[in-house]
């Protein structure tokens, strides 16, 4: 694992490429970002974690990096072992993750368990869509208390790896280690309910869009050439024909903009304060 930090004290801000060894945008991001040299307001770590498997162009060598934290350093896996090491990198830090995908071309932000610091961190991404996987969390980063994952784009693309460093500097400028504003687009915010299996040895093709509602009734994809139909309506996240062997994607309901979403802890706040808007 590879740790560069930039600016001077015990960084509290991190950033962290290449979880996932095939999809090379978080590391080029990071690599971009070092080599403009950037003066900084504050320290930060930019860590390329799975190094073994981005030089070998695979998702993990072991184990899936993204499912095992918080990892075990006695383990005979190496990505086990690299998810204790990570654990201990991040954990006083509000972190990024950046992932990149087959199913979706443009950056949409991923969380679990949302509170305010997350929302703060992923309201200041260049993204239109926030999704919040905390059903299905177990193991990976975006579980961790201070952690936000970010989908760059497509997988192996130019496009995703400047999506990367976009959302990489925008998410410096949201934690004061860069100067300058970042942006507040109020991403929609979609809840995922449940994921959606493949059988094995059957030929799956995805028929819609992520993100595009799927109304009740509607085939959204085919199974050896039948229709596989919504029961209720869904908007698709993560879905693809071939994205994935055992899974096809995620169905996920929409839930308004990011900036509407009650989150704990606000309650209290939002009495004390009145209605004012800041
Ligand atoms: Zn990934």
Not at 220 to 240: K, N, R
């Amino acid at each position: 694992m590879q740790v560069h930090t930039v600016g001077d004290g015990t960084p509290e801000v991190a950033v962290v490429g290449a979880v996932h060894g095939d999809e090379p945008c978080g590391a080029r991001a990071i690599q971009r970002f070092l080599e403009t040299e950037p003066d900084v307001d504050r320290p930060a770590k930019l860590i390329v974690a799975n190094e073994r498997a981005l030089e070998r162009g695979v998702r993990y060598v072991d184990t899936d990096l993204n499912r095992c934290l918080p990892g075990d350093p006695e383990s005979d896996q190496y990505e086990e072992r690299l998810a204790a090491e990570l654990m201990t990198e991040v954990q006083d830090c509000l972190a990024l993750g950046i992932h990149s995908t087959v199913s979706y071309d443009r950056p949409f932000a991923n969380v679990a368990y949302l509170n305010e610091r997350k929302r703060d961190a992923v309201a200041h991404l260049p993204v239109d869509a926030v999704v919040d996987f905390t059903v299905v969390a177990d193991g990976r980063s975006v579980e961790l208390p201070g952690f936000v994952d970010i989908e760059a784009g497509h997988q192996g693309s130019a496009a995703a790896a400047d999506n990367a460093y976009d959302c990489l500097v925008a998410f410096l400028r949201a934690t004061d280690v860069l100067p300058g504003e970042p942006p507040a687009p109020d991403p929609d915010f979609y809840e995922v309910t449940d994921p959606v299996y493949k059988e094995p040895g059957r030929a799956y093709r995805f028929l819609g869009e992520n993100f595009e509602r799927v109304p009740a009734g509607e085939p959204f994809a085919t199974v050896d050439g039948d229709d596989l139909t919504a029961d209720e309506e869904f908007c698709p996240v993560l879905m693809s024909s071939d994205g994935h062997d055992v899974l096809l994607g995620y169905r996920s309901t929409h839930r308004g903009r990011l900036s509407t979403l009650p989150v704990p802890g606000d309650d209290a706040e939002s009495m004390a304060d009145g209605a004012t808007d800041d």
